[in-house]
């Protein structure tokens, strides 16, 4: 009930292509969403982050879409560009037993093409 | 401000020895988070410290520990190394005043790529 189950695992879009990249919870204490980027090398940077009271953010070219009751929420990223090419994971945390814990989905590398 | 920092960056090890990570938040954060992250298993909590204190724990073997000293810096050891401990270690730091990610985002070091031969 703890797991976050994200797909696709890899994902090719077009330079100006739009990438979008779903996930899957089960445990409904979860009460914050967020999605990180990590580049080669680095560590995972926070890119977006969403609650459960709200159904959409948008922030730049990046956008979540979050639907409540399907328990699924979505990461949008418009106009993808080659600097956008990263692994990115989403996440969730929440309840009493996750105090500073975050449950990652497994990841999915984008490519975009020039 | 400075971001969190890791040491060492890179370290290999062999079976059966033990190894210590470390890692400095950034300033003014009192909490510590660690994860393990593998291509098969992906980010895995460890465990968090606030304030010196364990606050959580995943489900790892007791083989892996840590502690907090009062700069909040952490520390998380290894012992009897194992193959499948190869990975990239994780810390991630932030207020954790709240105890909640949702208020207290964590912020991620560049990680401490542990490999055991």
């Known amino acids: 009930q703890q797991q976050v189950k994200q797909s696709p695992q890899s994902l090719i879009v077009q330079k100006g292509g739009i990438s979008i990249i779903n996930c899957a919870y089960e445990n409904t204490a979860f009460d914050y969403f967020p999605w990180y980027q990590q580049f080669p090398g680095k560590g995972p940077a926070l890119l977006i982050a969403?609650?459960?009271?709200?159904s959409e953010k948008k922030e730049g070219r990046f956008t979540i879409s979050f639907n409540k009751s399907a328990k699924q929420f979505s990461l949008h990223i418009m106009d993808s560009q080659p600097g956008d090419s990263a692994t990115y994971f989403c996440?969730?945390?929440?309840?009493?037993?996750?105090?500073?814990?975050?449950?990652f989905g497994q990841g999915t590398t984008l490519q975009v093409k020039p | 401000k400075a971001g969190v920092t890791q040491t060492p960056r890179y370290l290999i090890k062999t079976r059966g020895q033990q190894v210590t990570l470390s890692c400095s938040p950034i300033?003014?954060?009192?909490?510590v988070s660690w994860y393990q992250q593998t291509p098969g298993q992906g980010l895995q909590f460890l465990f968090e410290y606030f304030s010196e204190t364990q606050r959580n724990k995943g489900n790892f073997p007791g083989r892996f520990s840590g502690r907090q000293f009062s700069n909040s810096r952490s520390e998380m050891n290894v012992s009897t190394l194992e193959l499948g401990d190869s990975a990239l270690y994780l810390c991630?730091?932030?207020?954790?005043?709240?105890?909640?990610?949702?208020?207290?985002?964590?912020?991620f070091g560049p990680g401490t790529r542990l490999t055991v031969l």
């Open positions: 300033s003014g954060h009192r909490s």
């Open positions: 969403i609650r459960p009271d709200v």
């Open positions: 996440a969730a945390s929440g309840g009493s037993s996750n105090t500073g814990k975050l449950i």
């Open positions: 991630a730091s932030s207020t954790g005043t709240s105890g909640s990610v949702s208020t207290d985002t964590q912020y």
